[in-house]
């Protein structure tokens, strides 16, 4: 009577397959996510660069004057700092008839909570609750470029005062409607204090330019093209909101020394 033989694996062959696994999962889970956020940057360039084309759109019809957003702005439904004599809609809905999709402002690699300060995203006096011109805005504005006054008064610049216009960043991927600047002896001039985009560190991302994008960001260019940029680290000890920054400048100004880059702010 012949005995009967049952193939199969043993435990340690099906301990060796799990572990196999597991170290193929290991190595492709980082590709498939670097490959994710890859797609989503581009998604988010793409988005940067329907923006800047409508800021282009706009300044042709204002004398190439870019709008003004000083803080806090004046929409008084949307919070008891607003000014009375700052201009009340957000930046995005100045834009929006040029651009026409609310989805652009949307930046896929960004799901946490947006800040607008004092300006509205729908009709500004028609109620808080009502529906809003554009649902959210990701990116926001060169806070020096954008909200200079004087006197109280909002100042708009134009396009022909900014003599590097293709290396000034005028908006970039944000939480918050503004932004801070760096003054460094940074990688573009090694020679003079000039204001850089920050990346604020150890609690200080909120406005501050925390890496989205593969550690950088994308950036709307004064001349309107976009293009994305890694952070770094600042050539020089500064505070942790300051201790990173972008090759991406935020003005034309050039000063000798910190303290006066500063106290251009």
Not at 12 to 24: C, D, S
Not at 119 to 125: I, K, R, S, V, W
Not at 229 to 257: C, H, I, N, Q
Request: charged letters at 15%.
């Amino acid at each position: 009577m012949m005995k009967r033989h049952h193939s199969g694996f043993t435990l340690i062959e099906l301990l060796v397959v799990i572990a196999i696994i597991a170290i193929l999962a290991a190595i492709l889970f980082p590709v498939f996510a670097q490959a994710r956020e890859s797609a989503r940057k581009t998604q988010c360039l793409s988005n940067t660069k329907q923006i800047g084309t409508a800021v282009m759109m706009y300044v042709q019809d204002y004398d190439e004057a870019l709008f003004v957003q000083p803080w806090p702005g004046g929409c008084t439904e949307v919070s008891g700092n607003a000014n009375p004599n700052h201009p009340r809609q957000h930046w995005a809905t100045i834009v929006f008839p040029y651009v026409k999709n609310g989805g652009v402002f949307d930046c896929t690699s960004y799901a946490g909570t947006t800040f607008t300060a004092a300006y509205a995203l729908h009709n500004c006096g028609s109620g808080i609750n009502s529906q809003r011109i554009v649902p959210f805005v990701e990116y926001g504005l060169n806070e020096p470029l954008f909200a200079r006054q004087s006197n109280g008064l909002p100042i708009a610049t134009t396009l022909a005062q900014m003599q590097e216009s293709a290396s000034i960043g005028i908006i970039a991927d944000n939480n918050y409607i503004f932004s801070w600047s760096n003054c460094i002896l940074g990688s573009l001039d090694t020679t003079s204090y000039r204001r850089y985009w920050p990346e604020g560190r150890n609690g200080w991302e909120f406005y501050q330019g925390r890496p989205r994008h593969q550690g950088g960001m994308n950036f709307i260019y004064a001349d309107g093209h976009s293009k994305w940029s890694r952070s770094t680290d600042a050539p020089e000890t500064r505070p942790d909101y300051e201790k990173g920054y972008y090759a991406v400048l935020m003005t034309d100004d050039k000063y000798t020394t910190r303290a006066a880059c500063e106290a251009g702010r």
